[in-house]
């Protein structure tokens, strides 16, 4: 299995980016996708999630701005970031969920780096 993130970029603050998540291989008990992201120096944090029923989460930071999306027969998962600001520069990684008992997050991709200049 292989998850393979792409659309990062610079961008100044208040524009838009979208990123796309490629997974290649099948995961016979995937429950949920998300985004994560990482800045330096700081934890990864959970930004977004969606799950088989469409269910979507959102951390407080970015509910308004950022939008999960999924399309299942393309195996492909979005990202659309709007309103960018400064403090959403991080490299964004995007992870699959997957078990019968426990949905935890097994498969992550190399992540994509956004950068968000003012």
């Known amino acids: 299995v292989q998850l393979v993130e792409s659309g990062g970029g610079s961008v100044q603050a208040g524009g838009s980016l979208k990123l796309s998540c490629v997974v290649s291989g099948y995961i016979s008990t995937r429950c949920r996708m998300a985004w994560y992201r990482q800045a330096p120096g700081k934890e990864r944090e959970l930004v977004t999630s969606?799950?088989?029923?469409?269910?979507?989460t959102y951390t407080d930071s970015v509910k308004g701005r950022f939008t999960i999306s999924q399309d299942n027969p393309k195996n492909t998962l979005y990202l659309q970031m709007n309103s960018l600001k400064t403090e959403d520069t991080a490299v964004y990684l995007c992870?699959?969920?997957?078990?019968?008992?426990?949905?935890?997050?097994?498969?992550w991709g190399q992540g994509t780096q956004v950068t968000v200049s003012s």
């Open positions: 969606i799950s088989n029923d469409g269910t979507t």
């Open positions: 992870a699959a969920a997957s078990g019968w008992l426990a949905c935890e997050y097994r498969y």
